[in-house]
């Protein structure tokens, strides 16, 4: 197969490409070029090119760069900064492989002839009981990134490879190292690539909308504290909430930016029986109908968080009501909520955390 | 690079190493090969030897022109916006004025204007390109030349003559500017290889200080065999340029005719009598150059589109931009060039290639 092989300059893309190549195909590495501005972190960096193109030149297969930078604009920066100045607690990494890896890249992919998109994400595509294909969970629970890939659907998972899904974190690294890829011993980018590590979400924020001050009230309206940016406020923060020392914990429950308040309570107030999940892409148009009749899933609302059961009904306006078997912590609205069948292995589908 | 220019650029890269600035038999003739060198290049361009500066190349050569004026005179720099970055950066560096272009890139004259007769412009130094090296338009500088000599005769007038080597006459750009630079690689000689004139009586502060050579204007050990390299291929380039100019005109000509023949929409960025004939550039609506080039190059028809960012992801051109072309359509820009050694078959094959590449990525 002619294979393009996301490569962002880390050891895990690294090793998908070698193991593609190893695997007979004929392969060819790009990195995107995504954030135009300034950034000291994450995967596009021009250092991190370089490893990108220097390892591409190791394993001798040609190198691309593709500028992706308006689409990124579009589908990622702006969307991360409008979500915030609605309250919300948007996950710009998923709306990249959304957006930028699983349709612009793969659609660019598919116009150049290849048959396939490859990345070095830990996740799997397996067949499921029902021999349905599917996001599944990596070899290396530990790693496993199915949460952030859980949108790959319909035939876009017939055109997808994770080569290094099979594999533990451990094994990648000392592949690389076998092979001598500069990449092997890098350290896993953790951040949001436009976000910088000297500035912060504030800084990135504040270049690009007015902060709006709030009050912070308790439950019975009583004012407590007060926040220079509720845009940068959270459900579950209980941090920076300018309260007096020596309280009994306080958390943030409610976030309201149209009357610029921050409501506080107990940790007990976190814990909600049901949410309500929208924009929810299903792995096949089929599964919305399957779950009308076995409704039991479970639940994963944040990157390496633990999967609950749940049960989920999809309402008339296709937005999904999860009911917790147990009662759970809030999930701050705007993050990804994606749902594993019982056997906490395969994506069935996924969406975002609605405000109530 | 010219086989010509690499046979003589041999020896000084064996056995005549010396350092011309020694003060032995050998240095003395490192030495002579760059006199030599000097007198051939000041030969070409029309001025004397002593006018003829080396650089480390056509960046440096611009880098030095203006922030050397800037630096000596104050004042403002001036330039249009779509000069190569190696202009326009230092521009913005020293906080200048960029002025508009035309249609088709070249700066407007009457823009121009306006600022050298604008009173609260302290103008200290005015560059122009004499050929635009993405989308090949020649820049009308005699025009350029009256107007600044006109409003601001104590302004340096430099002119970024890269793209220029290869299709004008060199001394009549020379002629009508007080500095100008030059780029070995663009005819055929060695990268990293420059030249800046200077009109004698004309000064500006030398960027880069050591060891005083080029009579103090650009310090560091000469590239002898560079530099002898690129007298030689200044030289040939000057030789067969009216025949190339004639020989290569007919070929882009057919090059852009026989695209359009089959792709009625594709766009000529500029027509055959504003542009030089080494650069042609087109524009294909609703296509993405990346995916076009990535095609290009897989039949082996090397291109381009615009400029390179430090990731090597190309960037929306400025010059373009500049001209007005809108955004969407700048992504389906491409840039193609033809120089001494392309032959009537390349043209042929060129045609093919593109076309079909276009109607693939049009197909989906």
Known sequence: ?356 | MRPEAIEVMRPYLDGMYANPAGAHRFARQARQAIDEARDEIAAVLGCAAGEVIFTGGGTEADNAAILGAVRRSGGVAVCPAAEHHAVLHCVEHVSGVVVGTDQFGAVDMAALERVLTDESIDVSVVSVMAVNNEVGTITPLREVSRLVRKHRPDALLHSDAVQAACWLDLREVTSLVDSLSLSSHKFGGPKGVGVLTMRAGRHVEPLILGGGQERDRRSGTHNVAGIVATARALAITDTERPSEVARLDVLGARLSSGITAAIDDAITTVPRERRVPGVVHMCFPGVENEALLFLLDESDVCASAASACASGAMEPSHVLAAMGVERALAHGALRMSIGHSTTDADIDRAIDVVVAAVRHLRSR
């Not at chain 1, 409704?295 to 990157?303: F, K, N, P, R, T």
Request: charged share 25%; proline share 3%; net charge negative.
């Open chain 1, 1 to 356: 197969m002619k294979v393009l092989v996301a490569m962002s300059g880390g050891v895990d893309s690294s090793v998908a490409a070698a193991e593609l190549l190893a695997a007979g195909h004929q392969v060819v590495g790009v990195t995107m070029r995504l954030w135009g501005g300034e950034s000291d972190t994450g995967c596009c960096s021009v250092s991190d090119v370089d490893d990108a193109r220097r390892v591409a030149q190791q394993l001798g297969i040609d190198h691309l760069v593709f500028n992706f930078s308006d689409d990124f604009d579009r589908h990622v920066v702006d969307p991360y900064v409008r979500a915030h100045v609605e309250g919300l607690t948007p996950n710009p990494c998923i709306e990249c492989n959304r957006h930028l890896k699983f349709d612009r890249l793969s659609e660019r992919a598919r116009l150049l002839g290849f048959d396939a998109v490859a990345s070095g994400h830990h996740a799997q595509i397996e067949v499921d009981d029902f021999g349905k294909r599917r996001v599944t969970r990596a070899v290396d629970e530990a790693k496993d990134q199915s949460y952030v890939v859980h949108m790959i659907a319909g035939d876009e998972l017939d055109y997808t490879l994770f080569p290094v899904g099979s594999m533990t974190k451990e094994q990648v690294r000392a592949k690389a190292t076998a092979l001598g890829l500069r990449t092997a011993a890098k350290p896993d980018s953790q951040d949001v690539c436009f976000i910088s590590r000297t500035g912060g979400r504030e800084s990135f924020l504040g270049k690009r909308i007015p902060f709006r001050p709030a009050s912070v009230v308790d439950t019975a309206g009583n004012v407590a504290g007060r926040v220079e940016a509720i845009e940068l406020v959270t459900i579950g923060q209980r941090k920076g909430l300018g309260l007096p020392g020596g309280a009994p914990k306080q958390y943030v429950v409610g976030v309201d930016t149209n009357e610029a308040r921050v409501t506080i309570g107990d940790e007990a107030l976190l814990f909600t029986n049901a949410m309500r999940v929208a924009d929810v892409t299903w792995a096949h148009t089929t599964d919305a109908d399957r779950l009308r009749v076995t409704a039991d899933v479970l639940v994963q609302s944040s990157a390496h968080g633990a999967a609950t059961p749940a049960v989920v009904a999809i309402d008339d306006d296709n937005t999904v009501r999860v009911t917790w078997v147990e009662p759970q912590r809030r999930v701050a609205p705007g993050q990804s909520v994606v749902f594993y069948d019982v056997t906490n292995r395969y994506v069935l589908g996924g969406g975002v955390a609605c405000a109530d």
